[in-house]
């Protein structure tokens, strides 16, 4: 019995807000509609440059750690050290064109951008282990 008014409570709370959304006017539905796609890029662009923050201080701890093996490097690992950081700067700069990505873009630029991090790590994995 309880659970039948609870339902009944729902589907009443529902039906209200359906009527009150079919009582509105053409121009308040094109509102709504403005307002919701503001929100949408608000939140695109939020979490987009909450991505983007994250991939810099990535970045910078791991362009630290770079510059720090490279200094203990003997010589012939200095050279993959060189090509390591050179990818962390590619990465860096592409990471700052996901500030301009447009909405159709952000997912399959932020993959990429995923995925190139991962090779950067296993860059500096690789020649961390060729000490």
Do not use: H
């Amino acid at each position: 019995m309880r659970k039948n008014r609870l339902l009944i409570a729902t589907l009443g709370i529902s039906l209200i807000g359906l009527t009150s959304a079919c009582n509105k006017t053409p121009a308040e539905r094109a509102q709504d509609r403005r307002e919701d796609a503001a929100d949408r890029t608000a939140d695109l662009n939020r979490d987009r440059d909450e991505y983007v923050q994250r991939m810099n201080r990535e970045l910078d701890e791991l362009d630290r750690k770079i510059d720090e093996q490279a200094a203990k490097a003997k010589a012939e690992t200095k050279q993959a050290w060189s090509e390591v950081k050179e990818k962390s700067r590619k990465l860096r700069a592409e990471t700052q064109d996901l500030r301009t990505s447009t909405k159709d873009a952000w997912e399959a630029t932020k993959r990429r951008t995923d995925q190139a991090w991962e090779d950067v790590k296993g860059a500096f994995d690789r020649t961390e282990n060729r000490k």
